[in-house]
């Protein structure tokens, strides 16, 4: 009879684990949320601006319409003017014929008009190593992995001299890998600062995450003959460095009982400096210089192939 009463009084805890609990928020005044990262190549160059929502709102974002939205060479004053052709808060500059936005080493300043109030920001255009190749290396079929298996990994080499970040992006078959535990950032040719890795091979997690991993199991393999795989090393600054960084830390969360005493969300730091005191804004401003490889899973790339 104790035995039951127990389990009665342990089954009643658990059910009511299972309450829903309504938290109040206040309402926020919306503010601006830019998103501006610009690189050294022939691409349209582009820069989205919309305002924030209430943290339970699911809805699409409000684009910041009839901006004025200009970046500007410190060096050489020249000056790139974003417009939005299309009324939908992404601002554009697209490049004639052999241009190229930006020139290593030069400091770049933005400034975003809009509303009746003014934001600016700095960044300074940094060299991209070269990416040397990209290899896909094989692995054998096993209890976990119903099919051979390979993983992608590329080869570049930092720059002499500490304090290099960069950001590696990775596109399968034209689809970028922009999940945010998909974010691949790098401190010298490691994860962070002190790491002794300066001027040295990026160091192997790194060169690895250019591989979508898959979580199902068994696992599929995640390359197979003929796929199409672009490696992009941006070379952004340190503080866009920290920003990613930080997003990351705020987005891949672990579920589990130490996300009781996990900090709160918040934020990551901006760049972005509202002329008015009283005035929010999140996003970022980077200008980044980018050397990118691309390459199809053929037997050349294979390291370690099965003979067929």
């Known amino acids: 009879m104790k035995k039951l009463l127990f389990i009665l009084i342990v089954a009643l805890g658990i059910s009511s684990c299972d309450d829903e609990v309504d938290i109040p928020l206040k309402d926020t005044t919306p503010f601006l949320n830019v998103d501006a990262w610009l690189t050294n190549t022939g691409d349209t160059q582009q820069i989205v601006l919309n305002y924030t929502r209430p943290y339970f709102d699911n809805g699409a974002p409000e684009p910041a319409l009839a901006a004025e939205v200009m970046v500007v060479d410190i060096e050489t004053l020249a000056s790139f003017v974003f417009s939005d052709?299309?009324?939908?808060?992404?601002?554009?500059w697209v490049p004639a014929p052999g241009e190229v936005f930006g020139e290593v080493g030069h400091s770049y300043g933005l400034q975003i008009s809009v509303d009746g109030q003014v934001y600016q920001s700095f960044s300074t255009l940094n060299a991209a190593p070269s990416v040397d190749s990209i290899t896909f290396e094989y692995n054998k079929k096993d209890a976990?992995?119903?099919e051979d298996y390979y993983y992608a990994e590329f080869w570049a080499r930092d720059f002499e001299g500490p304090g290099n970040t960069y950001w590696v992006k990775s596109f399968v078959n034209d689809t970028y890998l922009g999940k945010p535990e998909q974010i691949n950032i790098a401190y010298d040719a490691g994860f962070s600062a002190g790491g002794e890795v300066d001027s040295l091979i990026f160091i192997?997690?790194?060169r690895t995450a250019i591989t979508p991993f898959p979580t199902e199991t068994p696992a599929v393999s995640p390359f197979k003959r003929g796929d199409k795989l672009r490696v992009e090393l941006h070379a952004i600054p340190i503080d866009a460095w920290f920003f990613l960084y930080r997003v990351q830390d705020e987005t891949v969360r672990q579920p589990g009982f130490a996300q009781l005493f996990a900090n709160p969300l918040a934020n990551s730091p901006t760049n972005i400096v509202p002329t008015?005191?009283?005035?929010?804004v999140v996003g970022f401003f980077s200008v980044a210089g980018v050397s990118s490889l691309e390459v199809v899973m053929s037997d050349e790339n294979i390291v370690d192939?099965?003979?067929d």
């Open 144 to 146: 976990f992995i119903e």
């Open 204 to 206: 192997q997690p790194i």
């Open 276 to 280: 008015s005191d009283d005035v929010s």
């Open 305 to 307: 192939r099965v003979p």
């Open 85 to 92: 052709e299309d009324d939908d808060g992404i601002y554009v």
